[in-house]
């Protein structure tokens, strides 16, 4: 498994068990990396999916593919002492860096959950809110996402799901494909995990676009679903109601 290739012409998508191993090799870089590839910006699109997700205050909210958790705690200062946050990964060496960059007191307020976005070890209409960030792209079957995360849900509340976005633009496209195919990689080289950052630009052509993302989520019983990007279209938000 550590030996697969995630190059562009790998037509065959990756298991579940290649991304857990990914992840786990990447955990120690994630962060540097998740800095330079984003030139620093993807913090503020996390406070965006936070503000969008409306997590009430005391409220009982969930990150799925939580990472090392950067989202989790922005959600955790947002919901507050009386609020519980639950940052679900399956991959424990992400959780490991969550729980050391995590200083009291939101370390009170986060529960870190090794578990499968798939299969949530959670209990219908549970929470009052829920995000994730950059895991979309990564699960084998986004129906299946959707359709948990609808049913862990109360009704009413809100789903924002941050990701990069296929562009439609044909310029801003093209940038994207030379910065995934060229840069990206190449920042892996460095680090001697190049094939684990190569597997960045198949993983977003295999991904839906937003209104195909719409869909797919009306289909699993959101009542209410948009899509809507920054960055001249490079980063996309879904926000759905259950
Ligand atoms: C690109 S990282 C994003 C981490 C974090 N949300 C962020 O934005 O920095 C994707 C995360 O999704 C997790 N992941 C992928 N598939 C998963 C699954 N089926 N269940 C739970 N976590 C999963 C990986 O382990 C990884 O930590």
Redesign the pocket.
């Known amino acids: 498994m550590a030996n697969k290739s995630y190059s562009n012409d790998d037509a065959e998508a990756p298991t579940?068990q290649d991304?857990?191993a990914l992840?786990n090799r990447i955990a120690p870089v994630y962060d540097r990396v998740?800095g330079l590839m984003s030139w620093g910006r993807?913090l503020a699109w996390?406070k965006i999916a936070v503000d969008w997700a409306t997590p009430p205050e005391g409220g009982y909210v969930l990150d799925?593919?939580?990472?090392?958790g950067?989202?989790a705690r922005l959600l955790a200062r947002r919901t507050g002492p009386r609020g519980k946050v639950v940052g679900?990964?399956?991959?424990e060496q992400?959780l490991e860096y969550a729980r050391r960059k995590t200083y009291e007191p939101l370390q009170r307020q986060i529960d870190w959950v090794q578990?499968?976005?798939?299969a949530l070890p959670f209990g219908d209409q549970t929470f009052d809110a829920t995000t994730?960030?950059?895991?979309l792209r990564?699960?084998t079957d986004i129906a299946k996402a959707f359709q948990e995360l609808h049913r862990v849900l109360k009704p009413r509340a809100k789903a924002v799901i941050l990701d990069l976005n296929r562009t439609d633009n044909p310029s801003q496209e093209h940038f994207q494909q030379w910065y995934l195919t060229t840069v990206v990689p190449q920042l892996g080289r460095w680090l001697k995990l190049e094939a684990e950052y190569t597997y960045i630009a198949p993983s977003l052509e295999r991904f839906p676009k937003g209104a195909e993302q719409i869909q797919i989520a009306l289909r699993q019983g959101f009542k209410r679903a948009i899509h809507r990007t920054v960055e001249q279209g490079a980063i996309g938000f879904l926000i759905v109601e259950a």
């Open positions: 579940a991304i857990q992840f998740n993807h996390k799925v593919c939580c990472g090392t950067d989202l679900l990964d399956f991959s992400m578990g499968d976005a798939l994730m960030s950059f895991g990564n699960l």
